[in-house]
């Protein structure tokens, strides 16, 4: 079964910095998906980054941006100039590749980022 | 017009009832997904469902039961509701061939008294 580690239950940063959260998965597929979703106090689940397996290069969406190590079965989330805004617990996620079946997503813990104004 | 929509978005009730949450999306998607989140806040596939299979999560107890009268509707329906199952539920949908990105609905916080 997959399995999505994220170590970091909280993190603080100065707004307008930058912030690195981490997330490890275990898999055995060569194919799948990862996310990184953001949970704000309104509860409401957003995706704010995607990155396929198969790409090398790291998906960017504006001030985020991931690391992307298939070797090392890593993918971190950066955010660039950190805004109030961005205060929320963020969730790492994975998908297996299914060519189109109903795959759910398998969640870390999630990481809390407190934003210091 | 809100994408995937869920009803109620509070429930509060009593061990022993059965309730049912709705969840409607309005973004033509084929696939409908039903998540838990506990108190810690993870978050744990319940069932993922399209036209043509419902994947059931072996954790899930059979008291739950989801339900879809058509592809834009996918109800989540409790019998014997137990303290345990408070949590907030939510309800996304997908795609097919579109990598797998789900949409979620705004959750339904349910507690059992």
């Known amino acids: 079964a997959q399995t999505v580690t994220q170590s970091q239950p909280e993190m603080s940063v100065q707004e307008a910095e930058t912030v690195t959260l981490s997330c490890t998965y275990d898999?055995?597929?060569?194919?799948?998906?990862l996310f990184w979703y953001k949970q704000p106090p309104s509860r409401q689940m957003i995706l704010v980054i995607r990155q396929e397996a198969y790409k090398q290069q790291n998906a960017t969406e504006n001030r985020f941006s991931v690391n992307f190590q298939k070797a090392a079965k890593s993918f971190s989330l950066k955010i660039s100039d950190s805004q109030l805004g961005d205060a929320a617990m963020y969730f790492c996620?994975?998908?297996?590749?299914?060519?189109?079946?109903?795959?759910?997503?398998?969640f870390g813990k999630g990481t809390h980022l407190i934003i210091q104004p | 017009d809100t994408a995937v929509s869920q009803t109620p978005k509070y429930l509060v009730t009593q061990m022993g009832n059965d309730k049912s949450i709705k969840c409607e999306q309005n973004l033509g998607h084929d696939t409908m997904y039903w998540y838990k989140q506990d108190s810690k806040k993870f978050l744990k596939i319940m069932f993922s469902?399209?036209?043509?299979?419902?994947?059931i999560n072996e954790t899930v107890p059979n008291r739950f039961s989801p339900k879809s009268p058509d592809k834009a509707h996918l109800n989540l329906h409790i019998n014997s509701l137990e303290l345990g199952d408070s949590a907030v539920y939510f309800c996304?949908?997908?795609?097919?061939?579109?990598?797998?990105?789900?949409?979620f609905g705004a959750g339904t916080r349910l507690s059992v008294l």
């Open positions: 469902y399209n036209n043509k299979e419902l994947i």
């Open positions: 996620a994975y998908s297996r590749y299914s060519g189109g079946g109903a795959d759910g997503l398998t």
């Open positions: 898999t055995s597929e060569s194919d799948y998906y």
């Open positions: 996304a949908s997908s795609q097919k061939g579109t990598k797998n990105i789900q949409y």
